[in-house]
């Protein structure tokens, strides 16, 4: 029995068995195209979900530039026509209006006033001028907010050079290029706006050939009747004829009317503009802090346009927030100068029509009411430009958004 078992036979039974292992060899090869070892250990493994999404759009590219005048633009038409009542309110008082002096210097006179001009020319009247603001307020916006994006683009290249000075600087000269292109319709709107009486209305095209035509009075250049010498007489005669010929070659009507305040405006400008810039980008940063985010940002907004470091959109409130802290600044530190602007403009109106100099209005209005003069109008100021410049920056910041820029 056992030699039986140690036999020949014992070994038969794996014969069959060969040709099977045979058959099976090739089995682990489908396993193989099953690809176990290709398996993302990260994002960057992944492909995008998207192959065909749009790449970074350049700042300086024809889209951008036309989508972010845009985006300025309609936003200054919108900030404008939300405090139209105010603006026109806020000029009759720093242009000392004989009509509208009298309610200076009170919140109730603001009411007041609006009260009377609601009386006597119903919502017209309030929105005086507007039409003019709104040819003005478009191109001026348009070209700040895209000068400022153009401007910051150059000076501040990356975050490491993301500093309050370069900001600044940023919002300044972007406020100084959008004025230099767009003053003279500023001076047509305080002219409309300034109208009160009835039988004294101009239209657009009337107030234009109004000013074009606007003389300053020369006066003539005479000494004291005393007696002279003939050496004193020769020298006060020729006094005469240089001050005459100065006279001939100084512009006293024409283009140069539409200028009348420009120098103080471009001082103003660089506090209010750059100040304005700047505030909103340090109360932007401040919304967007890490212990903040959760409550002052929209989820789902970052990087969604075409630029993937754009950060995340504000809640409505807080865009808000961030403008209106912007315009209070902006608005104390610049006042002085824009009070100035005003009574150099409507100076073909008041008075005899001198044109008078940034240092002659300053005495004129030290003289009158002191230091006082130079913030008539701030607290109407503050009514107006703070909701102002909060509308212009959340509009501008979502029609960039929308935009996708």
Known sequence: MPSSILGNDAYAPPQPDRPRAIMTTPAPAPQAIRKPTIRPTNADAVLPENPTAAPKLDKRSREYILKSGLAGGIAGCA????????????????????????????????????????????????????????????????????????????????????????????????????????????????????????????????????????????????????????????????????????????????????????????WGMFPYAGFSFLTHDAMGDLMRHPRLARYTTLPNTKGKSRDPDKPAQLKHWAELTTGGVAGFVSQTLSYPLEVIRRRMQVGGVVGDGHRLSMAEVVRQIHMERGWRGFFVGLAIGYVKVVPMVATSFFVYERAKYYLGI
């Open 79 to 266: 900030a404008k026509t939300i405090v139209g009542p105010l603006d026109r309110v806020k000029i009759l008082f720093q242009a000392s209006n004989p009509q509208f002096a009298k309610y200076t210097g009170s919140w109730f006179g603001v009411a007041t006033a609006i009260k009377d001009i609601w009386a006597q020319d119903g919502t017209r009247g309030l929105f005086r001028g507007h039409s003019a603001t709104l040819l003005r307020i478009f191109p001026y916006a348009g070209i700040k907010f895209l000068a400022y994006e153009q401007i910051r683009a150059i000076i501040i290249k990356d975050k490491s050079q993301e500093t309050s000075l370069r900001r600044l600087t940023s919002g300044s000269l972007a406020g100084l290029v959008s004025v230099f292109f767009t003053y003279p319709l500023e001076v047509i709107r305080v002219r409309l706006a300034f109208e009160t009486k009835r039988g004294s209305r101009s239209s657009l095209i009337g107030i234009c050939k109004k000013i074009y035509n606007e003389r300053a009075p020369i006066g003539k250049a005479s000494a004291p009747h005393i007696n002279m010498s003939s050496a004193s007489q020769i020298a006060s005669t020729t006094l005469n004829a240089t001050v005459a010929s100065i006279q001939q070659v100084t512009p006293v009507s024409g283009l140069s009317n539409f200028y009348r305040g420009f120098t103080p405006t471009m």
